[in-house]
């Protein structure tokens, strides 16, 4: 099979074991060329692992010259990852068939080996610490305003993390945890608030991923088992725990995608909050945050073994509050296994 | 002028004062459309500006029916910003005639508004202090390891940047100075080593970039005047310093981008180490912190008022050091100026 990736690093790192942020990976049969340019070199050659490395400031004209020179009659690229300006040049200076795989990585990394599960693992781990850390800390820093516990949060989960995060936390209070993609404010945290954490760590490039809502007051914690002041918000989050609990408990291998996402939304929906789960049940998670699978209505992928997505509900109020809790989940011994 | 912005995340704030990671602005003559998903609902309707914000969990479908209701006959794309899989979608289902714009944003951008120096000019002022306060903490701990100092200087712009930073720092010792892109290794920093940082910070999302190269020991700070203990350091050192001193001073309003880029170009190649400088010289700086005009031997860019650019040259030798020394400068009176 001949493949050539362009630019996404996680897929040139999936590849050959390193990425920079200008460089193709061809693939020709057995031979396999990482093309990056001079900034790159020393790195390159150290690092790349199973491919040739070529040093050129045209990366595009570099591969389609090697293209060419093996004579190539079939190449396989992804659609979404291909510029219409960069694919036009191969287009037109290459007489070959293009076979368009969407999500060409995507779908090779969707069943993760024993290893990779492990570094999701102690990446899950190192999250669950940095979790723990935040709620010692924020009781520390009473009455900061809402950036600034984020910004707090953002520096545990780097310290943590040896500085790579998977993604910029999302630490909300009350009505601003009602907006699934807060941006922090200037409210001050105040006693009987809500609090709503999600964020994560990489650990050798893999990302964990993680939410809890918890209710702050002279004691908190992240911990699953949380007691609300509020009857409404009790009794919102223990619809969403329960959306989240059953998804996991009742996912199986063998089952499509948005079966799963049918046992989240159904326990939500019957409790009389469907209209404000406003996003899909989870995503597969990797070297990226977001891969596949997608645990969404509209997912008719079928879970495997080795797969692993988040499971996180949620319940959104507009103007009041938000709850969701979100846990990673690895397909082993066809059920669904918590990191 | 009708055009379409897909997901591009300062392209889209730039049209509107507001982004997020999915979703499309869309131009149509006078009318404006900022098209996301019910993640964004809430914060869109607060801060989308000049804009009709709608809600959809297919934005590429919404677009399309916009676009058909009104009758398009011709909409101007970025080649760049569409994917295959995307622009695909486009042509299939709409007649009419696509103006293709390779980088439709930046050319937008290219010239600063005094509004967009102020920014600019306070960015850099922040990156300029942070830089300070990272040479008092290196001093306060020294025998640490590269990679420790990285994240220390990280920090350190994320607290003065307010968590934003421009993009990830690059400390370098040595002859990890001599990658361009270096990644931080497990090297204690020792007296009498060469250090270079390259960082720089975001203020209400325009960036900051610049680097400095200084000799350590006792005492050190990243000042422009260096004072190395080895004399072919202190060469190197001093030709890149004319480079760049060079650039800066004979720069105008009416040259190509090239002959600013061989200014510098020529003084490095007439000092002997012509093919140690494997970049070009400059970039442009706003909203992303590589924007036009590029300041490259290939870049035929007319230079303009307003037009905002680092001037950055190199020259790195492999398993020894290299040396960069990079200052933003925005083009008035016909000029450069250093911001």
Redesign the interface.
């Known amino acids: 099979m001949n493949y050539i990736v362009f630019k996404n690093e996680n897929a040139l790192y999936y590849e050959c074991g390193y990425s920079?942020d200008n460089a193709i990976f061809l693939k020709l049969g057995k031979d396999a060329f990482f093309i990056t340019d001079?900034?790159?070199e020393?790195?390159a050659k150290e690092q790349v692992k199973k491919a040739k490395v070529i040093i050129s400031n045209m990366l595009l004209k570099e591969a389609i010259t090697i293209i060419k020179k093996n004579k190539i009659k079939q190449l396989t690229i992804d659609?979404?990852?291909?510029?219409?300006?960069?694919?036009?040049r191969l287009k037109d200076t290459l007489k070959l068939n293009f076979n368009?795989v969407?999500n060409f990585s995507h779908k090779k990394r969707i069943i993760k080996t024993q290893k990779e599960i492990e570094l999701l693992q102690k990446a899950v781990k190192i999250g669950k610490k940095s979790f723990k850390k935040i709620a010692q800390e924020i009781l520390k820093n009473k009455g900061s305003k809402e950036?600034e516990l984020?910004?707090l949060a953002?520096?545990i989960f780097?310290a943590y993390g040896?500085?790579d995060i998977s993604f910029e936390p999302i630490l909300a209070i009350n009505e601003n945890a009602?907006?699934?993609?807060?941006?922090p404010t200037k409210k001050k945290l105040k006693n009987k608030s809500l609090i709503l954490l999600d964020g994560g760590v990489k650990y050798k490039r893999y990302c964990s991923d993680r939410t809890r809502t918890a209710f702050f007051d002279e004691d908190f914690s992240f911990k699953l088992n949380q007691k609300f002041h509020s009857k409404k918000m009790q009794k919102v989050y223990d619809l969403v725990r329960k959306a989240h609990d059953k998804a996991i408990a009742k996912a199986r291998v063998g089952m499509r995608a948005k079966e799963i996402d049918k046992i989240a939304r159904d326990v939500i929906e019957k409790g009389g909050y469907g209209k404000y789960f406003?996003?899909s049940t989870g995503h597969g998670v990797g070297l990226d945050i977001h891969e596949m699978p997608y645990i969404s209505s509209r997912s008719d992928t079928i879970i495997e073994e080795g797969m692993v997505f988040t499971i996180e509900p949620g319940i959104y109020l507009?103007d009041e509050f938000g709850v969701r809790i979100e846990d990673m989940v690895v397909m082993q011994g066809s059920k669904a296994k918590v990191l």
């Open positions: 920079c001079g900034r790159y020393l790195e659609p979404n990852e291909w510029n219409i300006f960069s694919f036009n368009f969407p950036f984020n910004f953002e520096s780097r040896k500085r009602a907006k699934p993609h807060a941006l406003v996003h507009p």
